[in-house]
């Protein structure tokens, strides 16, 4: 008969206790992002731990890498392609190696406001958006808003000629290189991390940003100048890897789902008042100058980008385009 010695018995045992930890180890949910933590999506993430931490105690852990601490934005989306981050929410212009479709968000004066904008993320197709990468494995859980950019520089921005040579540091997207381009200005594209340095330096000389982000990367410390042009929009998808959380067991899903949506909401309630909040801070700091357009000058800037539309109107698609602009008029 077969025999079990100690050994085998001690080894067969610690295996089981092995197994049983395992079984009960929570998952680990890495959430990596380059903003700073009093940003929207900064806020967004830790509330995303807190309330999936008390709501799935002992099943979920949610490790938030604020500020590029674990991935920079060149990294983070082939990060979360190899499993070695479960949750980012790049800005909408760094999508385009992914889907052209989601360019559409970076075309220049699209949408007259974020009210606008969130209109357009709620309609059938800004949802449809959402679903535009499922073939690369990745799936949309939602839109976060930041806010509608500005322009910042070394020198005062009035009108399109005042832009005329200066260096921009863009974000990873054509349709913003084009946008320069259009004003006969000079995109850079640059990682979000190495901005403060880039325009310190002058290696750029200006840049466009929601108030959220000139204000917590302190470039306004940096930039003389800030036209309030609104002229874009810098808004978030909320991303994970497809078979990771199609992988994730159903009540655990179902939950985070559910919480996607309430922080999806609150994100999108704090937003503009986080953004008009570091405006002030910003006005206080006495670092630059507020530049107001008159409604003739925002048309110049408006006729001298929005030429950048039928250059990218095959890639994103006319009738998505058309959608847009008719979130403008409700
Ligand atoms: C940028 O690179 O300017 C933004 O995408 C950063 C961010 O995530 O808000």
Sequence with gaps: MF??????????LSFAIA??????????????HVVAEHTPKGQGALLFKK??????????????????????????ME???LGDVQLIAP??????QYTKQVQLFDLPFLFTDIQAVDRFQRSAQGQGLLKAMESKNITGLGYWHNGMKQLSANKALHEPKDARGLKFRVQASAVLEEQFKAIRANPR??????????????VVNGAENPWSNIYSQKM????????????GVLDYMLITNTSFWSGLPADVRGELDKIVVEVTAEVNKQADALNQADKQRIIDAKTSEIISLTP?????????MKPVWTKFEGDIGADLIKAAEAANAQ
């Design 51 to 76: 309330l999936a931490e008390e709501r799935l105690a002992g099943k979920v852990k949610v490790e938030v890498y604020p500020n590029s601490s674990l991935f920079g934005d060149g990294k983070e």
């Design 3 to 12: 025999k079990l010695t100690a050994k085998a018995v001690a080894c067969a």
């Design 91 to 96: 800005s909408l212009a760094k999508f385009e």
């Design 19 to 32: 197994g049983l930890a395992q079984a009960a180890d929570p998952i680990v949910i890495k959430f990596s």
């Design 220 to 231: 306004h410390e940096v930039q003389p100048f800030i036209t309030e042009s609104n002229h």
């Design 79 to 81: 990060a979360l392609l």
């Design 189 to 202: 594209k640059m990682s979000f991390a190495e901005v403060y340095q880039g325009l310190q330096t002058g």
């Design 296 to 304: 003739e000058q925002r048309t110049l800037w408006r006729d001298a």
